[in-house]
């Protein structure tokens, strides 16, 4: 694929069309997320309790895209609110934003089983919903976590340890935005060495939405033990 939300793949049916006029954003967000809370696009609608969309402020300039919602975000509804998600928080808060500040969405809507990997196919047909929410968002960065959210909106194959850190101009949801890779919170939250690094590449994105740099205090991430294996695979 040549660059995420540019051409769409072959194949891709049923996607609403992109469209570039100014629209009423939240409105049209909200509109939507109804839209696709029905969602049957793929195998993971039979399985899930419901649709995870995209949460958040609508006016976002930084938006993070995770990879699929795990056990507790497939209850809830809302991306990020197990271990990872409190992780996540926990680095806003460390650059001196707040969750209330981004919109977080992921390249899944709907939680794989036993949180297995993405399938190719499932993430074709879902992709549109993400771009669309990048387009009605605006955001100025869009921090990928992981390795499905980056290779998905980086539109290349190089993976997470490669290119974490590196910032990329691209264009998504017609527009130039700032392209940022970070590892996933889920990985960091039980190997301390990618949790260091996650913290100082965290640490750049004030410079990335052009704010002035906080002044870091001694973060206190602790570990948390990992979940029961038949609740969460990874998350
Ligand atoms: N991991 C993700 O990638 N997304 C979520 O929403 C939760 C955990």
Redesign the pocket.
């Known amino acids: 694929m040549e660059g995420a939300g540019r051409g769409r793949p072959s194949g891709v049916v049923d996607s609403p069309p992109v469209s570039a006029v100014p629209v009423e954003h939240i409105d049209d967000l909200q509109a939507y997320a109804q839209s696709v809370a029905g969602c049957t696009r793929c195998r993971l609608a039979q399985g899930r309790t419901q649709v995870?969309f995209g949460a958040g402020n609508p006016h976002a300039e930084l938006m993070f895209v995770?990879?699929?919602?795990?056990f507790?975000?497939d209850k809830q509804g809302?991306?990020?609110?197990?271990h990872?998600?409190k992780l996540l928080e926990k680095l806003l808060n460390g650059v001196g934003l707040q969750r209330s500040d981004v919109y977080?969405a992921?390249?899944l809507m709907c939680r794989p089983p036993g949180n297995r990997d993405p399938q190719p196919d499932e993430i074709e047909a879902c992709e549109s919903h993400l771009f669309r929410q990048v387009e009605l968002i605006e955001p100025t960065v869009v921090a990928t976590?992981?390795n499905?959210?980056t290779k998905l909106l980086s539109g290349r194959p190089l993976g997470i340890t490669r290119v974490h850190g590196q910032e990329q101009e691209t264009t998504l949801g017609g527009r130039t935005v700032t392209l940022y890779p970070l590892y996933?919170?889920?990985a960091a939250l039980y190997t301390p060495a990618m949790l260091k690094v996650l913290e100082s590449d965290f640490a750049r994105i004030p410079e990335l939405l052009g704010r002035a740099l906080v002044p870091q205090p001694e973060p206190e991430l602790a570990l948390v033990p990992a979940p029961p294996a038949e609740q969460l695979g990874?998350?």
Do not use: D, S
Request: no cysteine; charged share 5%; hydrophobic share 50%.
């Open positions: 995870v995770g990879e699929a919602p795990g507790h975000e809302l991306p990020f609110v197990g990872a998600g977080i992921n390249v976590l992981g499905f959210a996933h919170p889920a990874l998350f």
